[in-house]
């Protein structure tokens, strides 16, 4: 029978925060940022393990109690987020028909609730699929003077999310060799490759913490959830 395992990659420097530290071990509610990140998914009873992704180089993981059971640390992380997903699905003990959840370690916000549908409706898929969400406002397309060049239809379109949910070998396959500049997440490989991804409504709050502002929005929800 095939596992769930989540990889969540973690090795980036989060360079448009401007923090001291990578932003997935800012403080968030007594706690890194990515620690409710990895709990988040270990909550989740069908996920067998949660292996984070970080670089050789990496000089603050350890001075954190993660407390997580499930928790794998691989230090094998790359210089972009496809080249480091792909070195943990090599590092990976899994066989290749297992289910790989790769999560951003940035979306702190993630509930079980949400991995659980994931699982659901894409467990018997014979591509895979991820988080999303259908654009709900209008959607512009600048020209370079930053002026608006046209109105878009935003019918059909989705906001991707993670986790992106696909075999181990399917997915590891999909990263090997070739250049993987225009690789931004797991289901563009998948669609390189010819596959087309199942989307699975999401939820707003699995937003991605980008920039400073973001943290103050992540640290209400999380309190909002403990109250």
């Not at 937003?207 to 973001?214: A, G, I």
């Amino acid at each position: 029978m095939s596992r769930y395992l989540a990889l969540v990659p973690a090795a980036g420097h989060g360079s448009r925060f401007g923090a001291p530290s990578p932003k997935q071990y800012l403080q968030l509610n007594g706690k890194p940022l990515m620690w409710h990140t990895l709990q988040a998914l270990a909550s989740v009873a069908a996920v067998e393990a949660v292996a984070v992704v970080i670089s050789p180089c990496d000089e603050w993981f350890d001075d954190f109690d993660w407390d997580i059971p499930k928790l794998q640390v691989l230090r094998v992380g790359g210089v972009s987020r496809a080249e480091s997903v792909r070195n943990g699905l090599a590092a990976l003990d899994c066989e290749a028909d297992d289910w790989i959840l790769v999560h951003d370690a940035a979306r702190c916000c993630l509930t079980a609730d949400a991995v659980e549908r994931l699982l659901a409706e894409v467990g018997d898929d014979p591509v895979g699929g991820l988080l999303a969400l259908p654009v709900p406002d209008t959607v512009k397309r600048a020209d370079a003077d930053q002026r608006v060049a046209v109105t878009v239809s935003r019918a059909g379109l989705w906001l991707a999310q993670t986790p992106q949910m696909f075999r181990h070998g399917k997915l590891r396959e999909a990263l090997q060799g070739g250049d993987l500049a225009d690789v931004t997440d797991e289901a563009s490989a998948i669609e390189r490759c010819g596959g087309k991804p199942r989307l699975v409504e999401g939820d707003a709050q699995n937003f991605k913490v980008t920039y400073p502002r973001d943290l103050a929005l992540a640290r209400a929800v999380l309190a909002a959830r403990k109250d």
